[in-house]
């Protein structure tokens, strides 16, 4: 697939689901907004093993820039960091992990640290049609030819109607991910699975925890797959 293809159609659905998405109450962006103390669930849960980071949002000075992911050191520059923070649902969206890494080695300061939490590519690869039987349908390690999908909805809510529904995904297998990191030049310094989601996948899943916003499957399966997993790594100084 072109590369103006896959990005020209995951950014109509993502530019579409904006709106909705800042309006759900899910992502409390007006308390987010006017109240410096108040994070999301993603990253007072994140916080654990990254450090504080009740105050680095709105009112702080940022500089934001917009561009390709591959393209970031064009765009940004020779500047490194302290911190490289990678989001909850980010790579998936990228069709080489190694390129990623990369990047993000580029941008991790000599003693500086990269922290990342990510849906697992064992659940990617599940077949959310048939829930019941945790069957996996879609490579789990990267493949050249992404997996298109053509759904209604949003995680924020399954049953909201959308006009722009196609995706291009890819999925990277968890050894990809780490050797790409460590072939960037950064050191491992914590890896670990969880059971959690901070969505609902399908309605297997239940609320269990209202702080953090997790979601995770019946407690008699719940040991069955790894939902999703974190790295914490360094460059050495």
């Given amino acids: 697939m072109p590369d103006d293809d896959w990005r020209s159609t995951n950014l109509a659905n993502w530019n579409e689901r904006v709106a909705f998405h800042a309006a759900s109450g899910n992502y409390r962006v007006e308390q987010i907004a006017t109240d410096p103390d108040v994070i999301s669930g993603v990253v007072d849960f994140d916080r654990q093993l990254v450090g504080d980071a ?40 990228l069709p080489d992990i190694r390129g990623w890494a990369q990047v993000v080695g580029h941008f991790v300061a000599p003693g500086g640290s990269f ?31 992404p997996t298109v999908f053509d759904e209604d909805g949003t995680y924020v809510d399954r049953d909201a109607s959308f006009e722009h529904n196609r995706t291009v995904e890819w999925i990277h297998g968890l050894a990809e991910t780490i050797q790409a990191l460590l072939d960037a030049g950064l050191v491992l310094d914590d890896v670990g699975e969880h059971t959690f989601t901070d969505w609902q996948p399908f309605d297997r899943f239940q609320k269990i925890d209202e702080r953090y916003g997790h979601w995770a499957l019946p407690e008699d399966i719940r040991s069955h797959l790894p939902t999703m997993f974190h790295l914490k790594m360094h460059r050495p100084a």
């Fill in 54 to 93: 009740t105050g680095k949002r709105a009112g702080v000075a940022a500089r934001w820039y917009f561009g390709d992911l591959y393209d970031a050191p064009q765009v940004i520059g020779d500047e490194t960091f302290d911190l490289v923070y990678t989001g909850v649902g980010a790579i998936g969206w």
């Fill in 115 to 145: 922290f990342i939490r990510e849906c697992h590519p064992v659940l990617s690869a599940l077949d959310y049609d048939d829930p019941d039987r945790l069957s996996i349908i879609f490579p789990y390690f990267e493949t050249a030819e």
